[in-house]
């Protein structure tokens, strides 16, 4: 049968063709993201009433004249402990909202119904769970930022080193955060429901990463643990950067970690990825909810 | 290029059951009621097989057959309509063709390409309507959806921009193309899944329950759009639960129970199957099982299927007879009394859901 139509449709493979469905997928998170002005609470709220916890009880603990910060700075080497908290809960709620927001980014599209349809694009997949991940960060480092600003403007928090270097740890870290959202948001789409795992692995960070504490003060084993868990570098490495004037070279030791922990959980995000889209294709698991 | 712009050859789906449950099938239905509820199987495959293994090696997982060896030879340029009960492996078998599932056996090719080695070029061939209203974002504009859809699908910006355009413009939206989709009416949402699937331009459309929660006037405008959608030359896979749309669309229809096509042909021809039968067609109030089986047991009444009309109490029946003249006295005297009232008798040509229940033995919409 003669038909009008081209047997091909309009759209044209390619690597710039994926490019500028990446920059849809951003573009598109972002409004929706900006649409759900809730963010704005969370945003100006949170960074103080988590690490708020701490401090209160640092203070409590230290006596009605203070004197016990000093063994506190004896043994952590701090003389801001309320810097000190605050890196430490920061990037505790960062994994959190990595967890959250980018390992439930794809069962929320599920849940919606627009998983499939986007599901049965041409555009290389990987890309909507990437896509995610760009308001998220853009987003954290807006609450990174307003946690500086209010610690500084309520507490007299005051930075005795570069921001920059504080950028370069943070951005060391980010394969790591967003490779364990990746394979996480992979494990979710598989098991639906992974709240468990959520409270476990942040369980694990304010345990064993040395949130409000050195690790030092952990026994042998628990140390070596935490040797495993990037936001132990990622902590040492912001207070090192923050408070201690620490440049590039006192930095090597957190930072080379924390690039190859990148490495290592960006492969692992992807192949758990990629196990999840084989499977869902085997079970029809992009369907499910 | 290949013939038939979608051709399948003993197509199987298996899916892994689930212990316990009376709905293995892994594709739950929509909070809509749409899709699958629980796909179908042949007799054989139906009870699931779960062999005892000793000594202590893993017993082998039990499986569901979904779809079983389902064949298709969809000609270009032709709507071919694909009805099934709930649970007969529709969704299964469109979800297979789109890709989005992959085979446990069997070929199919859409456009020509192979659906699992060449699974991105079946899907640069296809538009896709498969969870209506769902399958679009509510807090995105109407354009925006549209925007966005298009850069997934790779068409190049200027092209797209003119494309989104010209469909905003088709489907009657250009008024609030800016607004929110959640500020939209189902239809007008339904109407941006259509231009979503149309974006590309792809020669071949599978539309899966395209009017369903559609109000009667914007189910006739998408019908309208369908026909028009066949003129342009796309060829058009849709599956519906409505038998008059797919009588009224379709060239062809293939009928699909129990994970197996059990006919196909043009609707005429499937409806010559049963003209030498008549269905008799009653309203009764009182309606209950013993009346049925009374029914069922008169000479010559087969498939026959009663379904609630509305919250009253009114009930319509519906029958095949191979002679009406001698059923109805009998089925006058089995209903009347015993607080069942006949309020309405007809006999009516078959329609193609006669042909369905012959065919089936239950009606679409069970």
Same mark, same amino acid.
């Given at each position: 049968?003669?038909?009008?139509?081209?047997?091909?449709?309009?759209?044209?493979?390619?690597?710039?063709?994926?490019?500028?469905?990446?920059?849809?997928?951003?573009?598109?998170?972002?409004?929706?993201?900006?649409?759900?002005?809730?963010?704005?609470?969370?945003?100006?709220?949170?960074?103080?009433?988590?690490?708020?916890?701490?401090?209160?009880?640092?203070?409590?603990?230290?006596?009605?004249?203070?004197?016990?910060?000093?063994?506190?700075?004896?043994?952590?080497?701090?003389?801001?402990?309320?810097?000190?908290?605050?890196?430490?809960?920061?990037?505790?709620?960062?994994?959190?909202?990595?967890?959250?927001?980018?390992?439930?980014?794809?069962?929320?599209?599920?849940?919606?119904?627009?998983?499939?349809?986007?599901?049965?694009?041409?555009?290389?997949?990987?890309?909507?769970?990437?896509?995610?991940?760009?308001?998220?960060?853009?987003?954290?480092?807006?609450?990174?930022?307003?946690?500086? !600003?209010?610690?500084?403007? +309520? #507490? &007299? $928090?005051?930075?005795?080193?570069?921001?920059?270097?504080?950028? *370069?740890? =943070?951005?060391?870290?980010?394969?790591?955060?967003?490779?364990?959202?990746?394979?996480?948001?992979?494990?979710?789409?598989?098991?639906?429901?992974?709240?468990?795992?959520?409270?476990?692995?942040?369980?694990?960070?304010?345990?064993?990463?040395?949130?409000?504490?050195?690790?030092?003060?952990?026994?042998?084993?628990?140390?070596?643990?935490?040797?495993?868990?990037?936001?132990?570098?990622?902590?040492?490495?912001?207070?090192?950067?923050?408070?201690?004037?620490?440049?590039?070279?006192?930095?090597?030791?957190? !930072?080379?970690?924390?690039? +190859? #922990? &990148? $490495?290592?959980?960006?492969?692992?995000?992807?192949?758990?990825? *990629?196990? =999840?889209?084989?499977?869902?294709?085997?079970?029809?698991?992009?369907?499910?909810? | 290029?290949?013939?038939?712009?979608?051709?399948?050859?003993?197509?199987?789906?298996?899916?892994?059951?689930?212990?316990?449950?009376?709905?293995?099938?892994?594709?739950?239905?929509?909070?809509?009621?749409?899709?699958?509820?629980?796909?179908?199987?042949?007799?054989?495959?139906?009870?699931?097989?779960?062999?005892?293994?000793?000594?202590?090696?893993?017993?082998?997982?039990?499986?569901?057959?979904?779809?079983?060896?389902?064949?298709?030879?969809?000609?270009?340029?032709?709507?071919?309509?694909?009805?099934?009960?709930?649970?007969?492996?529709?969704?299964?078998?469109?979800?297979?063709?789109?890709?989005?599932?992959?085979?446990?056996?069997?070929?199919?090719?859409?456009?020509?390409?192979?659906?699992?080695?060449?699974?991105?070029?079946?899907?640069?061939?296809?538009?896709?309507?498969?969870?209506?209203?769902?399958?679009?974002?509510?807090?995105?504009?109407?354009?925006?959806?549209?925007?966005?859809?298009?850069?997934?699908?790779?068409?190049?910006?200027?092209?797209?921009?003119?494309?989104?355009?010209?469909?905003?413009?088709?489907?009657?939206?250009?008024?609030?193309?800016?607004?929110?989709?959640?500020?939209?009416?189902?239809?007008?949402?339904?109407?941006?899944?259509?231009?979503?699937?149309?974006?590309?331009?792809?020669?071949?459309?599978?539309?899966?329950?395209?009017?369903?929660?559609?109000?009667?006037?914007?189910?006739?405008?998408?019908?309208?759009?369908?026909?028009?959608?066949?003129?342009?030359?796309?060829?058009?896979?849709?599956?519906?639960?409505?038998?008059?749309?797919?009588?009224?669309?379709?060239?062809?229809?293939?009928?699909?129970?129990?994970?197996?096509?059990?006919?196909?042909?043009?609707?005429?021809?499937?409806?010559?199957?049963?003209?030498?039968?008549?269905?008799?067609?009653?309203?009764?109030?009182?309606?209950?099982?013993?009346?049925?089986?009374?029914?069922?047991?008169?000479?010559?009444?087969?498939?026959?299927?009663?379904?609630?009309?509305?919250?009253?109490?009114?009930?319509?029946?519906?029958?095949?007879?191979?002679?009406?003249?001698?059923?109805?006295?009998?089925?006058?005297?089995?209903?009347?009394?015993?607080?069942?009232?006949?309020?309405?008798?007809?006999?009516?040509?078959?329609?193609?859901?006669?042909?369905?229940?012959?065919?089936?033995?239950?009606?679409?919409?069970?």
């Amino acid at each position: 049968m003669e038909t009008s139509l081209s047997p091909r449709s309009l759209g044209q493979p390619g690597f710039l063709s994926d490019l500028r469905a990446f920059g849809a997928v951003l573009l598109r998170e972002w409004r929706i993201f900006m649409r759900y002005p809730s963010w704005m609470i969370a945003l100006f709220i949170w960074p103080l009433i988590f690490p708020m916890m701490y401090i209160l009880t640092g203070r409590a603990l230290s006596g009605p004249d203070g004197s016990g910060l000093e063994v506190f700075t004896q043994v952590t080497g701090a003389t801001d402990f309320i810097g000190y908290i605050v890196i430490g809960t920061t990037v505790w709620m960062w994994q959190n909202i990595v967890l959250w927001d980018v390992g439930f980014s794809l069962r929320n599209e599920q849940m919606r119904g627009t998983l499939e349809s986007n599901w049965l694009s041409p555009t290389w997949r990987f890309s909507y769970l990437l896509g995610h991940t760009g308001p998220q960060i853009i987003s954290m480092l807006m609450f990174i930022g307003i946690t500086a !600003l209010e610690f500084g403007l +309520l #507490f &007299g $928090v005051k930075l005795n080193g570069s921001v920059w270097m504080i950028l *370069l740890v =943070m951005l060391a870290a980010i394969p790591a955060i967003y490779g364990l959202g990746f394979a996480f948001a992979s494990l979710v789409i598989t098991v639906k429901e992974a709240n468990a795992f959520v409270f476990l692995i942040r369980g694990l960070v304010m345990i064993f990463c040395g949130i409000t504490f050195p690790i030092s003060l952990l026994p042998g084993w628990m140390q070596s643990f935490a040797m495993w868990l990037p936001p132990t570098y990622l902590i040492h490495g912001m207070r090192a950067a923050a408070f201690s004037n620490a440049g590039v070279t006192e930095l090597l030791p957190d !930072l080379i970690p924390l690039a +190859l #922990f &990148g $490495v290592l959980w960006l492969i692992l995000g992807y192949s758990a990825f *990629l196990l =999840m889209e084989r499977r869902a294709r085997r079970t029809g698991a992009i369907g499910q909810y | 290029m290949s013939d038939f712009a979608i051709e399948a050859n003993q197509l199987v789906k298996k899916f892994p059951a689930r212990p316990g449950t009376s709905n293995p099938s892994p594709l739950h239905p929509s909070p809509g009621g749409r899709g699958d509820g629980g796909e179908g199987d042949s007799e054989g495959s139906r009870k699931l097989k779960r062999r005892h293994w000793p000594f202590g090696r893993r017993e082998p997982k039990a499986m569901f057959t979904a779809v079983n060896g389902v064949d298709l030879q969809i000609q270009r340029g032709e709507i071919f309509g694909l009805l099934g009960p709930n649970g007969a492996g529709k969704s299964t078998t469109i979800r297979m063709l789109c890709t989005l599932l992959e085979p446990t056996s069997g070929t199919a090719r859409v456009n020509g390409f192979d659906i699992v080695k060449q699974a991105n070029d079946v899907r640069r061939s296809l538009g896709t309507l498969l969870a209506g209203e769902r399958s679009i974002y509510w807090k995105l504009s109407g354009r925006e959806n549209l925007e966005y859809f298009a850069a997934l699908y790779h068409i190049p910006q200027p092209i797209a921009k003119n494309r989104v355009e010209e469909l905003i413009e088709r489907m009657e939206l250009k008024d609030r193309a800016n607004e929110l989709v959640e500020k939209y009416s189902t239809g007008m949402r339904q109407r941006v899944a259509v231009a979503k699937a149309l974006l590309a331009r792809p020669p071949i459309l599978l539309l899966d329950e395209p009017t369903l929660g559609l109000d009667p006037q914007a189910a006739r405008r998408l019908r309208e759009l369908i026909a028009e959608l066949k003129q342009e030359g796309h060829t058009i896979l849709l599956t519906t639960h409505y038998m008059e749309e797919a009588d009224l669309l379709s060239d062809r229809i293939g009928i699909i129970d129990s994970g197996k096509v059990i006919a196909l042909d043009t609707p005429e021809g499937l409806k010559h199957r049963i003209e030498q039968k008549e269905v008799i067609r009653l309203e009764v109030t009182g309606w209950h099982d013993e009346i049925a089986d009374k029914l069922k047991s008169i000479s010559g009444i087969e498939n026959l299927i009663s379904r609630q009309e509305g919250e009253a109490d009114l009930w319509e029946v519906n029958m095949q007879a191979h002679n009406s003249r001698a059923a109805i006295p009998r089925i006058v005297e089995h209903i009347s009394g015993n607080g069942t009232r006949l309020v309405n008798m007809n006999i009516v040509k078959p329609s193609l859901e006669d042909v369905f229940i012959h065919l089936t033995g239950k009606a679409l919409r069970d």
